[in-house]
């Protein structure tokens, strides 16, 4: 289908519907352009939590159509692609999770928001890679505390707050592909350039880095930073979003270990193409749908981060 035609259908369908796109920064493109919200994962959940629209169509992955469609259970929420799943979230099943928690008591379980409602049902607390460090030191130093699942974002936590939380031993396949030889091979031939990666990258291209942070931090450095070069270590969706703000600054995506490809992007977040926007738009189809008492229990750790992230004037 011809995308002039994709994108006045999309406009006159949520207009029609009081509709409401909101997108990933790792979405494709063309679908960046024409969402009527961008953001991180914590921005789409308090974006969630707060619009007037009867649909949402989550331009993202199928846990950030989880987070939505429990702060807001009244809404419709469509997401293009129901295969756009996270590779770090099936890294930790509920089960083999609530068997953890059993084997460790006395512990507080935060979990990152990439986690399915399953998942956050089992949680005191959950956070986004935006709030995380600040949500650990909410809590008293000796607090024992169960982590996860991300096993990078864990151990960059345990070292900027000096805890020892027990972490989960998950990964995103995308954050952890990232060269150190490339990377540092980039930085040789473009010496002025600043390293900023997601702090689910390992942990040795968090040490190389100048900058470690989400998506919406990276996004923020990379306008207020004095320099004119970068080299990007996450899903290089972000970079539309860096350019469009920051036209005359350079940005180089971080390129994975086994591709010939310069740049390294989420095959789940790339599911979502303008095309099925349209259709599902068109269709309400597929909608998310979580079971109302898994919802219930997972709303609860979602909220008080939704809180405290307010409380802190964290974005
Ligand atoms: P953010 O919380 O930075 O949006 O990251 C979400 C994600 O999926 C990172 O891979
Ligand atoms: Fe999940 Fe990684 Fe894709 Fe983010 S980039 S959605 S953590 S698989």
Not at 256 to 275: F, G, H, Q, V
Request: aromatic share 6%; glycine share 4%; hydrophobic share 40%.
């Amino acid at each position: 289908m011809e995308k002039a035609f994709l994108r006045s259908e999309i406009d006159r369908l949520r207009r029609e519907k009081n509709a409401v796109i909101m997108a990933h920064y790792y979405q494709e493109k063309d679908i960046q352009e024409i969402a009527d919200f961008i953001g991180d994962s914590l921005a789409l959940a308090r974006q969630a939590a707060k619009t007037q629209a009867d649909i949402i169509v989550l331009c993202g992955v199928h846990f950030m159509g989880e987070t939505a469609k429990i702060i807001s259970p009244g809404k419709k929420v469509l997401i293009p692609d129901m295969a756009a799943g996270c590779s770090l979230a099936d890294s930790c099943p509920a089960p083999a999770l609530e068997a953890f928690i059993k084997a460790h008591p006395g512990h507080t379980v935060i979990s990152y928001v990439n986690t399915s409602a399953a998942v956050k049902a089992l949680t005191d607390v959950v956070v986004t890679s935006t709030n995380a460090v600040q949500i650990v030191n909410s809590f008293p130093r000796d607090e024992k505390i169960i982590f996860g699942p991300d096993r990078n974002l864990g151990s960059y936590i345990n070292s900027l707050t000096g805890r020892q939380m027990l972490l989960w031993d998950g990964a995103c396949h995308v954050h952890e592909q990232f060269s150190l030889d490339k990377i540092i091979a980039l930085k040789q031939q473009y010496p002025q350039a600043e390293l900023i990666a997601h702090p689910e990258c390992k942990q040795y291209i968090i040490e190389l880095s100048d900058f470690v942070g989400s998506t919406a931090a990276l996004i923020k450095h990379v306008r207020q930073s004095a320099s004119q070069q970068f080299i990007v270590a996450t899903e290089s969706g972000v970079l539309f979003e860096m350019q469009r703000l920051c036209p005359d600054k350079e940005f180089i995506p971080a390129p994975p270990e086994d591709s010939s490809c310069a740049c390294n992007e989420c095959s789940y977040m790339r599911l979502n193409t303008l095309e099925k926007l349209y259709l599902c738009l068109r269709d309400e189809t597929p909608e998310i749908q979580v079971d109302k008492e898994t919802a219930r229990k997972a709303l609860r750790p979602i909220q008080r981060m939704l809180d405290i992230s307010e409380k802190n004037h964290l974005s």
